[in-house]
């Protein structure tokens, strides 16, 4: 089987096809781009075909199997025992003996990682180290890792998958290859979507990414996402500037959660920017346009600010009056 079962990432795939085929598989990828777009996929595929007992990645033979199959019980990682998977939140407290609040801790490296890397891979194939949502890798984590990630022992890979790369120290990246996955082109999306039965607009506003049609999916979520939108909307064109302020304090708690709203926001100026693109009827719409594509390009800022820890119920608060100052159409 191989990475057959991976769409719509065709440069992806060509490079991690070439690796297998030659035998020269790097010992340190770096699998980035947007959720839901197939990082996980890849890596269980790799993971497969460096494991399988034919070695070309079957996905039927026992190794293959096993290498994807999560145990029934918590915590829920491969049955395979040369398939490390790291991720925050995965092991239990009492196992790590250390909370996981701020991101996956050292004490997951040095417990469930370092200890493995003083042996050979249990069945004689290969180790392989899937790490997800490296950028949640605490800095003490990360240094943690640096040497084994420099030099590795024979046989053994890590896979590290990110959506926010630029969150990844410099010594990390600089240690890792990187594979640059895509947002997925509509047709593959709809394809995989096919379940959720979603309209041409809201599989638009998933920008390539399946994670996202799932929540667009989800009722609940529905209603927080337009929820959020209406109080933005409110906020901009409201006649008192502290608005932005009632707004800010309405904010969900959660760094995460905020993050993924102010996406959906971006995700649905951008559907309007490029619709008013694509009418060039007159100057008024191209100046719309652009005032679409300005606050685009504000909403993401915002994004980065708070990525960068920046104080939520500011950087909100700031947004709305940037917001406010940008001439064209009602918000």
């Given amino acids: 089987m191989g990475l ?20 020269r598989v790097h010992h340190a990828y770096r699998f980035e781009g947007p959720p839901g777009v197939g990082k996980q996929l890849a890596a269980n595929l790799m993971a497969q075909a460096l494991l399988c007992e034919t070695g070309t990645g079957c996905g039927v033979c026992s190794a293959c199997e096993r290498a994807v199959t999560l145990a029934p019980e918590a915590p829920h990682v491969p049955l395979h025992p040369d398939h490390i998977v790291v991720q925050r939140g995965l092991y239990p407290q009492g196992v790590l003996g250390a909370s996981e609040a701020t991101g996956i801790s050292v004490e997951q490296i040095r417990k469930i990682v370092l200890p493995r890397m003083g042996f050979p891979p249990h069945e004689g194939k290969a180790l392989v180290v899937s790490i997800v949502d490296a950028h949640e890798l605490t800095i003490s984590a990360a240094n943690a890792l640096l040497k084994t990630l420099e030099e590795p022992p024979s046989r053994t890979h890590f896979i590290l998958l990110t959506s926010r790369p630029q969150k990844l120290p410099d010594t990390i990246r600089s240690r890792t290859l990187k594979v640059r996955f895509s947002p997925l082109p509509k047709a593959v999306l709809r394809e995989l979507a096919t379940e959720y039965s979603l309209d041409d607009e809201l599989l ?35 006649n008192h500037p502290s608005q932005a302020l009632t707004f800010a304090e309405q904010r969900p708690e959660a760094r995460d959660d905020l993050l993924d709203l102010l996406r959906y926001m971006s995700s649905r100026i951008a559907h309007e920017t490029r619709t008013q693109i694509h009418d060039e009827t007159s100057f008024a719409s191209g100046r719309q346009g652009r005032a679409l594509a300005s606050r685009y390009f504000e909403v993401e800022r915002a994004a980065r600010e708070i990525e960068q820890n920046a104080s939520p119920a500011l950087a909100l608060e700031s947004l709305i009056l940037r917001l406010r100052q940008i001439p064209g159409l009602s918000f």
Avoid: M, N
Wanted: net charge positive.
């Fill in 4 to 23: 057959g079962t991976l769409l719509g990432q065709p440069s992806a795939k060509k490079i991690l096809e070439r690796a297998l085929s030659l035998g």
């Fill in 204 to 238: 638009q506003l998933a920008q390539g990414s399946l994670e996202r049609v799932r929540e667009f999916a989800d009722d609940k979520s529905r209603e927080v996402r337009t929820q959020f939108w209406e109080a933005a909307r409110e906020a901009v064109s409201h």
